[in-house]
């Protein structure tokens, strides 16, 4: 069972980035796929939810009309589009598969905002 992060790295304010987690070992179809960030010195937060159906969607208050969390079921692969970057957007972005009775994460990608 494997959750893989990509498409993190080091982009200008403003700039965008779209990150994704692919699932192996596992099929996704049945979970719930949450994107969660972490910064230096930092509490872990959730930045965004996508029930398994994808029919329903969630940000924190301060992602809202920036990130956009998608999913493909048919590739296992879920999705985080990051608009707007900030300087505060700077931290790790974990992928998170979870069911009632499952709770899978990946390793991280780190997302850099800087000029």
């Known amino acids: 069972v494997q959750l893989v992060e990509s498409g993190g790295g080091l982009v200008q304010p403003g700039g965008s980035l779209r990150l994704s987690c692919a699932a192996s070992g596992f099929t996704i179809n049945s979970y719930a796929m949450n994107w969660w960030r972490q910064a230096p010195g930092k509490a872990r937060e959730l930045v965004a939810t996508i029930t398994s159906a994808g029919a329903s969607t969630n940000y924190a208050d301060s992602m809202k009309g920036r990130f956009t969390i998608s999913r493909d079921n048919a590739k296992n692969t879920a999705y985080l589009q990051m608009n707007s970057l900030k300087p505060d957007d700077t931290a790790v972005y974990y992928c998170?598969?979870?069911?009632?009775?499952?709770?899978?994460w990946g390793q991280g990608t780190q997302v850099t905002v800087s000029s």
């Open positions: 998170n598969a979870r069911t009632i009775r499952r709770d899978y």
